[in-house]
């Protein structure tokens, strides 16, 4: 099964970024998130018995809650002319990366590590840009300044289809 561990964003958070993503697609094409989560780290194609192996790792995971909140839209490559990924960031970076380097260390010698984290919640996958000067334009505008409790991070399911992927949260894991 395809994995990945996340943590899930508050309704209004996720309601913004919904009304963020219309913006967007009439000045691009691509494949839009149907779900919208910030990935802490992305496992692949994972068998049951290195699943189980993951959640008792996970489960030894320390770290104290926090709050975060959305700050910019950003995009991958970092060129917005050459944009691949659409997303919007959250802070504070460096917590949220220590969150992510726990996650790490207690997944050691089970999963390669991640080198280039970059806390970010995905809005799309571009393929391509219609209107280049309204997108840059769009992409420098302020993003409103919407807090997210996190408190727990989830063991996540990931089925691609044709509409996109579907989600299923396994296993949740509270934080201190």
Known sequence: MRLFIAVQLSKE?????SSMQKSFRPLISGVFTNEFHLTLKFLGEVSQEKAAETVNRLKEVSFNRF??????IGTFPNNKKHARVLWVGLSPEEIITHLHLAVEKELKGLFDKDFNFNPHITIARVKGVKNKAAFEKLTSS????????INRF????SELSKDGAVHTVLNEFDLN
Do not use: F, G, Q, R
């Open 154 to 157: 989830c063991l996540m399911k």
């Open 13 to 17: 958070m996720i309601s913004y970024l």
């Open 142 to 149: 302020p993003v409103k300044n919407l807090k997210v409790n």
């Open 67 to 72: 709050d975060a909140e959305l700050t910019h």
